[in-house]
């Protein structure tokens, strides 16, 4: 991969969280010598720390190696090229996208291993894949089937993309009752899967899975995936016993965020080539994903696990009541579908940040937090607060850049997003 | 105002929405030939019905002209310079925004009246206002203070502007106990406007206040905002009989998108110029604000209503179970902070949508949501289901760019927002 196009990007005011009054390459961005604290950028801001960024790359890597896995991290999380090519220095076997517009994203940065973890339809969407296809015979690309109708409809992409348009290499999609898509049961999978190897427009590789929705059982979800992935290692073996497989390992892919151990421990004793998707790891956050890593690490033993790489900087606006703070970040800065962020850090007067104890956000609007805090915590119009927050997903996809810092909080770069 | 920076803007696919395997100017998109719901477009996208807009911003301007008030719509809503100009040129008296990004924003469009609504803090932040008015002197800006130490932070940044810098011109907030920003009753609020009126460097011109978060009372939440309304009357006749308004007529400014009708009534009988703020209007929507809607129709007699122009179109990506739908769109492509969006309409083949009858999103995910179905509705994978979302502002600010269509879903133009 290569990150030529950011070359020429300039950013200026107009990019939320840019100093007003002029305009800078983005790869010039850390060399501005700005802090955050010291309020040399406009908030609200969103930062990366680049020291817990490359812990987390490396920690995954090593996790999954020692594992026999690989991991082809979900970049629909940050959406940012400067983040994948880490992530891919750093060892990732490919990256994983959900749709059209991320592949296509990944491919003007020149990612030759991809999987599109969903059933591509649409003709429109087929036809710009085999276009692709057809053009870069180096490109190592999966996309999933779940039913006759998906298989169908790609192996008549592949048939109007004429003669040199190379077969699409497809995962049979195992999904679970109640669960999101995917054939709900085994059987069903291997249908799937004869009509795949039947059809010489696709090329059957392997199986896929998302376990990161299921609701738990009696044991809790790690059991409930346990369980589900058991039926998927059937399946793998049922696949492998009538030969349908064109992949030579074949392809097993599961691991979400939250049960990419469950997930390997699951898969180890399989012939597959096993490829978890993690996509929140990477700048981990304070909030669900930092639950489940307690667990993760119960679980496993490791004695070092993931580390927030991600904040959200906002002022204090408005303490209109006592132990009632206004910040200046809501629903447009961070998300708020796994829980409020949560106020981890205060600077005053561009000192470093100190820890904040006893404050808790409470509601968000647009653009808008409520805080409640302490007496003791003496909050004042103008404080800068550091959010942490839960779900980097939908953080990340409110920021067209985010700043890179040190653990100073210098600016020592600028990260683009492609949402 | 003018649009001249979208003059030089080329899309490409790296653009949520845009058709991968070329590029094109924003403004040559209305003229490719490209319709929605025959797949010109990959999906999702979202869309504006521009005949939809036209109404609304006519109808708005309709509604407060009638009723001796202008308006300044909230643009944080959908932060397009395309959809400003079309408001203004239809009438109104400026715009407001949320956070000095929108505010410089709008200058780059050269919109010279702009209501900031919120107390600006930050040292970098008042330092770029201050430096805008001093090298602006036709425009017309508007922030709010509720507190002492927001009058001492604007009026320090107004000095150290320097001698050529104008005073800021501001609107005392007044908001209410368990709400948002702004002084908690009229003694505080008027002993802010005294402390205003006697800082040189800040120049009182009005009261500002926010009822759309007011939780109903006894008697419902207009008669709620009615009583708040009461209570801001009496604090700007206050403010006149001590002569502390610096500006004539002084202004009242308030009206968010749900309580307009209540907002324009109250203020009715007072001498102060009267400023509405909705923002969410000129879409509309399928959710909350389409049901306040029908009680402001209720409450005023008027005929005729605003009309929904927004749009997120998907695809049916799997249907593995009975009844059950998963569509290529979710959290990153419409809003869910307001409930989840309507499936409204359905197209198979590159025909114009029909109604879709019956059907019902229960849950989504970052890249998908869930639909169920009846047997009647024969959903398959492929269609195309047009969504009504709930909560404007938080499904613009998922898109780059928006389709402006007209009402046989040929793509006539592409609106590029701001967030």
């Not at 961005?29 to 812990?55: C, Q, T």
């Not at 589900?228 to 992949?247: A, K, N, P, Q």
Request: aromatic fraction near 6%; include cysteine.
């Amino acid at each position: 991969m290569n990150l030529d196009p950011l070359d020429d990007l300039i950013l200026d005011e107009t990019t939320k969280g840019i100093p007003p009054g002029g305009s800078a390459r983005l790869l010039d961005i850390g060399s501005m010598g700005w802090n955050l604290v010291r309020g040399d950028v406009p908030l609200p801001a969103a930062i990366l720390r680049e020291s817990a960024l490359d812990h987390n790359s490396r920690w995954m890597q090593t996790f999954v190696g020692k594992r026999n896995a690989v991991i082809a991290p979900h970049v629909k999380t940050t959406m940012a090229p400067q983040i994948m090519q880490r992530q891919l220095r750093d060892g990732a076997w490919g990256v994983t996208v959900a749709t059209l517009h991320q592949l296509k994203v990944c491919r003007r940065f020149g990612i030759d291993r991809i999987v599109l973890a969903n059933q591509l339809v649409g003709r429109l969407e087929l036809d710009v894949l085999v276009a692709e296809l057809t053009a870069s015979p180096g490109f190592d690309f999966f996309m999933l089937v779940d039913s006759p109708d998906g298989v169908r409809a790609a192996s008549e992409a592949v048939r109007r993309g004429g003669a040199k348009a190379p077969p699409i290499q497809v995962l049979v999609e195992r999904g679970y009752a109640g669960g999101r898509t995917g054939c709900r049961d085994n059987e069903t999978a291997l249908e799937i899967a004869r009509a795949t190897r039947a059809a010489p427009e696709l090329k059957l590789c392997g199986i896929e899975a998302f376990e990161g929705l299921l609701r738990p059982g009696n044991g809790g979800p790690a059991d409930a995936v346990s369980t589900f992935i058991d039926e998927i290692v059937t399946l793998f073996d049922s696949c492998v016993r009538e030969g349908l497989f064109e992949r030579t390992p074949p392809i097993v892919t599961a691991g979400g965020s939250s049960f990419y151990d469950v997930v390997v421990k699951g898969l180890a004793g399989s012939n597959a080539q096993t490829v978890t998707r993690s996509g929140c790891y990477v700048s981990h956050d304070s909030g669900v994903y930092q639950a489940e890593q307690q667990r993760i690490l119960a679980a496993t033993g490791e004695p070092v696990g993931l580390v927030n790489a991600l904040e959200v900087w906002t002022h204090v606006q408005s303490c209109p009541e006592p132990g009632l703070a206004i910040l200046t970040a809501g629903k447009r800065d961070f998300g708020t579908d796994s829980g409020l962020p949560a106020p981890l850090l205060i600077s005053r007067g561009g000192e470093l940040p100190e820890p904040l104890i006893g404050c808790e956000i409470f509601a968000s609007n647009d653009q808008h937090a409520y805080m409640h805090y302490p007496a003791s915590a003496a909050v004042r119009i103008g404080d800068r607060i550091g959010l942490g927050i839960s779900h980097p997903c939908t953080t990340f996809d409110k920021w067209d850049v985010l700043f890179l810092v040190n653990d100073d909080y210098d600016i020592i770069g600028a990260v683009k997003t492609y949402f």
